[in-house]
Every structure is written in C-alpha cells, then in structure tokens.
C-alpha cells in the first residue's frame, strides 16, 4: 500500500522558516514526480514545488524565490523548506505523488498525503 506522511506543520511567527517532511512507503521516489502542494483557507490547490523523473523543477509563483524542494533517496523522504514565511502561507501543505505529471493539484495526482496545517502569524 502506498503512503505518503506529511509532518513538520505548525504555527510559526512571520519572516521565519519552516521544513516540511513528506515519507512515502510502498513504493520510490526513483522515476516519480514528486510535489508539494497547500490549499489556502478559502482558496483553491497551488502547487509549490515539485519535481519530475528528469530533475526537472516545478515551482510556484507564490513562493519563488523562497522555498526549495529536496529528496533523500535513502530516507524516502521529501522536505519542502520555506523561509521568509508570510501570512498568506497559512495553509494545508499536501505532499503527492504519480508517476508521470505534475499535475495542477495534488488530488490529481495518483497518491497524496492527508496534508500537514501551516499558520503564520503576524
């Protein structure tokens, strides 16, 4: 069975940093697309940051400039690292996972997490 565990959400204070952790088991980041995903209160899906089987980077206009995504192959897990945190960042952070798109949201992709809450405060 396929799972993919956010963790590492929070409240953090505006203009600070926060990593985010997505595990997966039942199958490899190796050939997979891999994205982050949040879904704003009020809101619709973004995408933030993900990456295809080429390396290829997918990135968000929201957090240009501010988050980077990175794989460890041996821990199977995937780290969003965002910094300079601003209000408009609270959100529901969704890891997922296919096998060939990046798609416009994470539930369109073949598996996703349950998602990790993210509040910035002012």
């Known amino acids: 069975e396929v799972q993919l565990v956010e963790s590492g959400g929070g409240s953090v204070q505006a203009g600070g940093s926060l990593t985010l952790s997505c595990t997966a088991s039942g199958f490899t980041f190796d050939d997979s697309y891999m994205a982050w995903y949040r879904q704003r209160p009020g809101n619709g899906c973004e995408l933030v940051l993900g990456?295809?089987?080429?390396?290829?980077?997918y990135t968000g206009d929201s957090v240009k400039g501010r988050a980077t995504i990175s794989q460890d192959n041996a821990k199977n897990t995937v780290l969003l690292q965002m910094n300079s945190l601003k209000s408009e960042d609270t959100a529901v952070y969704y890891c997922a996972a296919d096998s060939g798109v990046i798609a416009a949201c994470y539930y369109n992709m073949m598996y996703w997490g349950k998602g990790t809450e993210v509040i910035i405060s002012s």
């Open positions: 990456f295809d089987s080429a390396g290829t980077l």
